[in-house]
């Protein structure tokens, strides 16, 4: 097995993707010309998103995203926890919680995407301390 991508349920597709090309410095890899399906580049792995339309016309019973009560959680690393956060609140996500040191050495922000999914903005973890 290989992990291909993980797909968000969205009101808006290609407004979606917009923000997070503005937000997040990320690169649309594609939009469907309907406009009810895209990804983002990441690396090994896209960052999809699909409309609550078309899954309710698939037969599912899609939920929309809540930071307040998260099922999920999306993580981006960064040297610069600070101003990745000052980037995607001026693309108009909403500031969950400011960076903050952890005990374990991460610096470790949320915010809240334009559907109100939420998204860690954090360090990325390095190797254990040697004994």
Known sequence: MQFGYTILYVQD???TIAFYEAAFGLKRRF???AGDFGELDTGATALAFSSLRLMTELGKNPQRASAGAPSFEIAFTTADVAAAVERAVAAGARLVQAPE???W???VAYVADINDALVELCTPMGPPPAD
């Open 105 to 107: 050495g991460q610096t």
């Open 101 to 103: 040191q952890m005990p």
């Open 31 to 33: 939009v469907h010309e």
């Open 13 to 15: 597709v290609p407004r």
